[in-house]
């Protein structure tokens, strides 16, 4: 079976445990030469101690013909042990215990060394995706990505550790049976083997045939893992749009078009078998004609072609077995192109040579002509500003101005594509990553919280915090009445992304982990953009807490929250139009004015619609 360089590189995982293979190897051998010496055993088995004419108490199992020496089955036995029965008895015994023990000890090894192979490629892969840059995931859907990590290295697993197992067993029965027909009749034995090239040839057709199948059923998995993600984690919206059946409806259609691409390889996979055993009864027939007047001329024994007959449909079986391995490894490549084409994705640009730790930030942060464009889109331009220690610097603009991606440029998540972003004079792609992110923290709009306690969630990225910091910080965010009150209080398990917790408590845990983790810099895009009026008051009084002593970068809709900021920046089309203080801003009157205007007369006039159904009810209006 050749295999192809993707097959070679999957199979290269098997590597490090070679030691593991090599003893696999020598068991699985020895329950091939095992199988052997039962096919041997046939032949005393009908001519001695079936047959009541035979007299003497030799057992011959076979000649070796270099040596022109013939084995016998009783000279392995103390001579107190001498009747037929017994002898062959006990060496089925022993044979089959040594089968059954060396098989067990091979599967196991190698079937150890698949499953260790097939950890380390999940492992690889996991640690390939999360080292992505943020725009790798703004592309992929999440079902697929989960599915290449457990669907499609699932199959390889079953490649590397049940088919390897399988192929080596396989291929030294084959290689020990071919061996018995040839030591019993070398001319039945090729007559045997002159209509298996027509067997092997469809094989192997069908095998290309497969690895193209799987490979769309891999993707058509990936749909129905993206469906499933995707009506799971938002099937509140599902529900408030009564799209239950809509849902279920592309669901069925999406396993449809799986069921399609699995069955046509599932055809082409349970079609080698019934191939295999259309060439049987031919050969026997043939063998037939040909034993019968061997036998009549005592050129051979009723044992002897007992014994062949078994040899070869016990030959036959490897080659079968080998013809699924070979479509199951189809299988296995089909399954893993996904794979490895994540594994030779670039990672998220790392530290660059010769970079230093960023040195604990003291005086400003400087934006110099930066510019920065997204698949050659240009998001940003000419962005230049300067952001003193201790300051608080605002963004404003509409939607697509560019500031999020603008605040994104600070931690590196984005590379600036010209210009220049300096920490206390120093580039920050100069700098290692870690040692820039460990001084700055974010709040978002969406904090994501994990499937863990309360006290994980605030805890995250640090490790060894004393107690008492932890409830500090719980207590500044204004979340420690709440936590307390979970049934199990710092110890209670929020369900995924925190979805036991209202947005508000949601929102002070990420504050919590923000202020635990004390950092200079900070970022809040959009932190209290879908809370109501009572959990923004608490988010707002936590942020403040939060905000003291730190530089920070704020984004918000609600332009009533960043009136006290230091500087305002508005920014339109990726670019800085204005800055300035919100008075200088309102008295400037320009673009800032003009959305300041815009937003309070929305809010007057909501102020004015809900106060309508109290002035209809007022005894004015009823008298």
């Not at 399988?166 to 084959?174: E, V, Y």
């Not at 700098?431 to 994980?456: A, G, Y």
């Not at 900021?565 to 990726?574: F, H, P, R, T």
């Amino acid at each position: 079976m050749l295999l192809s360089s993707q097959l070679k590189r999957l199979l290269g995982y098997v590597r490090p445990y070679l030691v593991r293979v090599i003893l696999g190897v020598i068991f699985l051998a020895a329950v091939a030469l095992a199988e052997g010496l039962i096919v041997f055993l046939i032949v005393p088995i009908i001519d001695r101690v079936l047959n009541p004419a035979a007299s003497d108490s030799a057992l011959p199992l076979f000649t070796m013909p270099v040596f022109h020496k013939t084995v016998y089955l009783n000279h392995f036995f103390p001579p107190r042990i001498h009747n037929v029965w017994t002898v062959v008895s006990i060496s089925l015994l022993i044979v089959f215990l040594f089968k059954s023990t060396a098989e067990f000890l091979g599967n196991a090894l190698i079937q150890s060394v698949g499953h260790r192979a097939v950890t380390d490629l999940r492992n690889e892969i996991y640690a390939k995706l999360i080292r992505q840059p943020i725009g790798f995931f703004q592309h992929q859907p999440a079902g697929r990505l989960m599915s290449v990590v457990i669907n499609d290295v699932e199959r390889a697993r079953l490649a590397v550790s049940e088919y390897l197992a399988d192929l080596f067993r396989q291929s030294f029965a084959l290689i020990v049976f071919v061996a018995v027909l040839l030591r019993l009749d070398w001319v039945m034995a090729l007559g045997s083997a002159v209509f298996l090239p027509l067997v092997l040839w469809p094989v192997g057709k069908l095998g290309k045939k497969i690895r193209r199948s799987v490979q769309d059923s891999q993707t058509r998995l990936g749909e129905l893992s993206q469906i499933l993600q995707e009506t799971v984690s938002g099937n509140r919206v599902v529900k408030a749009f009564g799209m239950e059946e809509f849902e279920i409806r592309k669901f069925r259609k999406a396993a449809q078009r799986l069921l399609r691409e699995t069955m046509r390889w599932v055809r082409a996979y349970v079609a080698s078998s019934p191939l295999m055993d259309m060439l049987q009864p031919v050969v026997i027939a043939l063998l037939l004609l040909y034993a019968r007047d061997k036998i009549r001329l005592q050129e051979m024994t009723l044992g002897m072609f007992f014994a062949f007959v078994v040899a070869l449909f016990k030959s036959y079986e490897p080659v079968k077995r080998m013809g699924s391995v070979y479509q199951q490894f189809q299988q296995a490549e089909g399954a893993t192109i996904q794979v490895f084409k994540f594994l030779d994705l670039v990672e998220e640009e790392q530290d660059a040579p010769g970079a230093q730790p960023l040195p604990a930030f003291s005086r400003e942060i400087r934006f110099e002509n930066v510019s920065f464009s997204y698949d050659s889109a240009p998001v940003l331009c000419g962005i230049d500003f300067c952001a003193a220690r201790g300051e608080v610097i605002a963004l404003v603009g509409s939607s697509g101005a560019g500031k999020t991606t603008l605040v994104n440029l600070i931690p590196r998540f984005y590379e600036v594509s010209s210009g220049a972003i300096r920490i206390d004079g120093v580039d920050i792609r100069s700098v290692t990553l870690r040692s820039l992110r460990s001084q700055i923290s974010m709040v978002t709009q969406e904090n994501i919280l994990f499937h863990d306690t309360v006290w994980n969630n605030i805890c995250y990225g640090l490790a060894d915090v004393p107690k008492e910091k932890v409830i500090a910080a719980a207590q500044a965010a204004l979340a420690e009445d709440f936590i307390l009150a979970l049934p199990n209080g710092y110890d209670t398990v929020i369900g995924e992304r925190g979805t036991r917790l209202s947005g508000g408590q949601r929102q002070r845990i990420a504050i919590a982990r923000a202020i635990l983790k004390d950092s200079p810099i900070l970022i809040l895009d959009e932190a209290t953009s879908e809370l109501d009026a009572e959990s923004e008051l608490y988010v707002q009084k936590a942020l403040s807490n939060l905000m003291i002593g730190r530089t920070t970068f704020v984004i918000a809709h609600r332009l009533s929250t960043i009136r006290r900021a230091d500087k305002i920046l508005v920014l339109e089309d990726g670019q800085i139009r204005e800055s300035g203080t919100h008075a200088e801003l309102i008295a400037r009157g320009g673009t800032y004015a003009r959305l300041h205007d815009l937003q309070f007369a929305d809010d007057d006039m909501l102020a004015t619609v809900q106060a309508a159904p109290a002035n209809l009810e007022s005894p004015e209006n009823t008298a």
